[in-house]
């Protein structure tokens, strides 16, 4: 393999979710077992609190009790764990980077605050003040329509340039032509593609997976990983219509849109029963019905890959 010029190494990227009680508070056994059976897996790089993960709803009290449950599993030799930090204040995301950085975390991802959208000097303000507060500690853009602005490759060459500690993007594009740009005109980011885009851009060059589906497919997410590694485009091609084919499958009977990590919980539940798959209030996750029939496809037509 040629020597990578990318800022951060390519990496298969594990999400964790956050698990509820009926009281929602966090449910602190599923979810240590839930972050061991990553570290298990062989998972070096592991996030924490991206939009699947609730990361935009938490209290104060609960953001910080996660980190610390978080921490005390992570940070270790041979780990590079990261925490989402996502809010409407700059002032809070400042205020939630420097508690976990207390905890020893060094990695973190941040979205653009999304009240309004941010112009080229705004952006450009958020980046230097949010990223030059901690130089020691690196941090990967989560470039999301949330945001109400998606970054381009020649967004990211500017903010680059003047931000050193900016080192990797995480895109859920599964756009060919937005693919291509980020690839060519910010090529020493290391960008994080989902499973739909992912084999696009292991074609173009060297960039990483954020793998959304490791709990319920872990030996076919880091065969995925690896096909891209090796520009294994036959398997890279099987197992994205492979992963295509089950999520539609999966929730081809739910008539309703839904936030992100009513998805993403289900994953985990259905190889953990006691992982809940509830999201926190306003948000409605999974009817019970909607689950169960969830369990029945799974056990029907998917359980026996792993």
Excluded at 156 to 176: E, Q
């Amino acid at each position: 393999m040629s020597e990578s010029n990318c800022r951060y190494p390519r990496n298969n990227l594990a999400a964790c979710m956050l698990p509820w009680t009926e009281d929602f508070t966090l449910d602190e056994s599923a979810f240590v077992r839930h972050v061991q059976s990553a570290i298990d897996g062989g998972y070096k790089c592991i996030y924490l609190m991206g939009t699947a993960g609730e990361g935009y709803a938490l209290s104060n009290a609960t953001f910080e009790h996660v980190v610390e449950v978080f921490a005390g599993l992570t940070v270790k030799d041979g780990l590079d764990p990261q925490i989402g930090v996502i809010s409407l204040s700059m002032q809070q995301i400042l205020e939630r980077l420097a508690l976990c950085y207390d905890k020893g975390i060094r990695m973190f991802q941040l979205p653009l605050p999304s009240w309004g959208a941010l112009d080229d000097d705004e952006l450009l303000l958020f980046f230097t003040t949010v990223c030059g507060a901690f130089p020691d500690c690196r941090f990967l853009h989560y470039n999301l329509p949330r945001a109400k602005r998606i970054l381009t490759g020649a967004d990211y060459r500017r903010i680059a340039d003047a931000v050193p500690n900016l080192v990797a993007t995480k895109n859920s594009t599964s756009d060919r032509a937005r693919t291509t740009d980020l690839m060519t005109n910010a090529g020493d980011l290391q960008h994080f593609f989902l499973e739909g885009s992912y084999a696009m851009g292991a074609y173009m060059g060297e960039c990483s997976l954020l793998c959304s589906m490791d709990a319920v497919f872990p030996k076919l997410t880091w065969d995925f990983f690896e096909a891209g590694v090796r520009k294994d485009m036959n398997e890279l091609f099987r197992i994205t219509q492979f992963l295509h084919h089950f999520c539609e499958r999966m929730f081809e009977h739910c008539k309703r849109e839904m936030i992100d990590g009513s998805y993403d919980k289900v994953f985990i539940w259905l190889r953990d029963p006691e992982f809940h798959y509830r999201v926190l209030p306003p948000y409605i996750g999974l009817s019970d019905d909607e689950s169960r029939v969830c369990r029945e496809v799974f056990e029907r037509e998917f359980a026996q890959v792993q």
